[in-house]
């Protein structure tokens, strides 16, 4: 490694913060020994907080319905071939519950972005949920709402939210997104999201189109300077019927350089090894852990709707049983080291 990214893993080490220009410098000249360096301060800071726990939350994606039309996503509205299903609210209790034998204390109920005079439904969802499972941390990923929508879900129990602020720059963002969506918005529905007392979850894809590493630096200090609970990136993936659909895939190296990063920058940040990580490599969750991720998120959705969630193309996991890839997940996590730990595992304020 050069003297320079040297001198900026040392700082970024002592003081978990960089200028703008020290991020993009840090990722432009990394190389093997920058990403092993950081890769290992990364997994000793994770150790003293977490120890070797890796958290699971069950994700259970209740329906594909959706009024966006992200460039990137496969079930933007605009991709005709998709075929949309939204589960009843039975399904959902019913996935959570066999989530619950299997020893699941957090659900994370993920969709495409639903009209605004859902609200009723959802709260009763919530509701529902908190009272069956009292002791379960209720995890919200449902897109762009009103400050009012993210409060009735609060009131109605809703503990953690993810919405991945996918590019802190207003530019990159147009060329992601159709016009009628906008980067204020997206900060906007964050800010009101801490602010109604979510955990919160913020992030972005890996080698999106047009990316760049003055882009990822952006992103880099957004998230230093929002804190966020959690944070999720994982590699772009090009889908078929998607207007990117030529585009290249995002690296898994990269990825997990900036888990390292996000890590060393916010030790006690809740930061999954994403399945997109998974698909991109056989190996590609172990590496995120490796590199200072410290939760996964496996599916609990029914089997027989999995593959017509298809953000990206090849996703991992849409024919196993839950209690599938929890024993997957449990041998894969033991030969590396480390334990999965079913807990609630809410954000630790303190180290
Ligand atoms: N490749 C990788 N990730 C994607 N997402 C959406 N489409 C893709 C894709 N083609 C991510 C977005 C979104 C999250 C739910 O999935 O970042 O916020
Ligand atoms: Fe699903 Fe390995 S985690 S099969």
Do not use: W
Request: charged share 30%; glycine share 8%.
């Amino acid at each position: 490694m050069n003297e320079e990214v040297k001198k900026l893993a040392d700082r970024l080490i002592a003081e978990h913060s960089l200028t703008e220009e020290g991020y993009e410098q840090l990722i432009r000249e990394r190389d093997e020994e920058a990403a092993a360096c950081l890769a290992e301060a990364a997994v000793n800071v994770r150790r003293r907080i977490y120890g070797n726990k890796v958290y699971v939350r069950g994700l259970i994606e209740i329906g594909n319905i959706c009024k966006n039309d992200c460039l990137y996503c496969g079930i933007r509205r605009s991709n005709r071939n998709c075929e949309r299903y939204r589960l009843t609210g039975d399904e959902i209790v019913s996935c959570a519950e066999e989530g619950y034998r299997l020893g699941f204390r957090t659900f994370v109920l993920q969709g495409g972005e639903l009209p605004a005079d859902t609200d009723e439904i959802l709260c009763a969802l919530v509701r529902r949920l908190k009272e069956a499972h009292p002791d379960c941390a209720v995890t919200l990923s449902l897109g762009e709402r009103s400050r009012e929508s993210y409060q009735k879900l609060r009131e109605a129990g809703a503990d953690r939210y993810l919405l991945r602020h996918e590019t802190a720059d207003p530019e990159h963002y147009k060329m992601l997104h159709p016009t009628e969506m906008s980067f204020e918005n997206r900060m906007r529905c964050l800010r009101d999201l801490k602010d109604l007392g979510y955990q919160t979850g913020c992030g972005f894809m890996v080698g999106s189109p047009y990316q760049t590493p003055a882009h990822l630096a952006k992103d880099l200090k957004f998230i230093e300077t929002f804190r966020p609970e959690m944070c999720g990136i994982g590699p772009f993936i090009p889908h078929h019927e998607t207007p990117f659909a030529k585009e290249p895939a995002g690296s898994v190296e990269l990825t997990c350089y900036l888990l390292s990063i996000i890590r060393l920058m916010l030790p006690n940040v809740l930061l999954p090894a994403t399945t997109a990580l998974g698909t991109m490599h056989q190996r590609g969750r172990e590496l995120g852990i490796l590199s200072g991720a410290n939760v996964l998120m496996p599916n609990l959705s029914p089997v027989s709707v999995r593959k017509q969630y298809e953000l990206y193309d090849n996703k991992i996991c849409t024919g196993e049983e839950s209690a599938q890839c929890i024993r997957c997940l449990e041998s894969r996590i033991n030969a590396i080291g480390y334990e999965l730990s079913m807990e609630r595992g809410d954000f630790r304020k303190e180290a």
